[in-house]
């Protein structure tokens, strides 16, 4: 059974940068797709970017500017940073494993971190 | 970015009511549409990929229909554990996005 587990910094001063790791304990590190999705009161849930197992990534063009997602595949971990955060980025962070179906090729986020809330305050 | 508007964006049901749940997309997704559920402090949790395949350990209860732009997820025989937001999502194009969510109440 594959479990995620996310921490990091849960209180910013606007400017600061915000950093999280996801730790993937189980299952097939290297055959999933990582994403970090955020969801704040007013704004639903917002998918931010993923990365592969060889680093590739794709982001949300949004946020691309200051988003960067990286892996660690030794210790089966992947982070976010986002920098120069404001208090729009307040919300609550999840990490998730995105799949794909065997038919049509569908991606899917089928495992979900507990979410970190960040909070964004001066 | 392609948009998912769900409706209604709330409803109020009874244990026992079939209840059905209805996602629009801006634009023809085939069958790239995945729902979600959500209790209050909890992470999403995946219950419909690809428009109608039911994610494994998820009650029979649930099942999806559609493709192109008009999608529904139906529960039947709601109960009490049911009660909670639904989000529907779509991966057809990046920025992945989500529905604005569908909050059933008691």
């Known amino acids: 059974q594959v479990k995620l587990q996310q921490w990091g910094a849960g209180l910013l001063k606007p400017s600061e940068t915000l950093s999280l790791t996801c730790a993937v304990y189980?299952?097939?590190?290297?055959?999933?797709?990582w994403s970090w999705i955020r969801q704040s009161p007013g704004e639903g849930l917002e998918w931010l970017g993923e990365?592969?197992?060889?680093?590739?990534?794709d982001y949300n063009p949004s946020l691309k500017s200051r988003l960067t997602i990286s892996i660690d595949t030794p210790k089966n971990q992947f982070s976010l940073n986002l920098t120069s955060v404001t208090a729009a980025d307040t919300a609550v962070y999840f990490c998730?494993?995105?799949?794909?179906?065997?038919?049509?090729?569908?991606?899917?986020?089928?495992?979900w971190g507990q979410g970190t809330l960040v909070t964004v305050s001066s | 970015d392609i948009r998912l508007t769900q409706s209604p964006s709330s409803l109020s049901a009874s244990v026992g009511d079939r209840l059905t749940i209805t996602c629009r997309a801006s634009?023809?997704?085939?069958?790239?549409l995945n729902w979600y559920q959500q209790k209050s402090g909890e992470a999403p949790k995946l219950l419909i990929y690809?428009?109608?395949s039911l994610e494994s350990g998820v009650s029979p209860r649930f099942s999806g229909r559609g493709s192109g732009t008009d999608f529904t997820l139906t529960i039947n025989t709601l109960q009490s554990e049911d009660f909670a937001t639904y989000y529907c999502?779509?991966?057809?194009?990046?920025?992945?996005?989500f529905g604005q969510g569908t909050k059933v109440e008691v």
């Open positions: 634009q023809n997704i085939n069958v790239f």
């Open positions: 189980g299952g097939s590190f290297s055959a999933y797709s």
């Open positions: 998730a494993r995105r799949a794909r179906s065997r038919a049509r090729y569908v991606a899917y986020f089928d495992t």
């Open positions: 690809a428009a109608t």
């Open positions: 990365i592969n197992h060889s680093g590739s990534t």
């Open positions: 999502q779509q991966s057809h194009s990046f920025p992945r996005t």
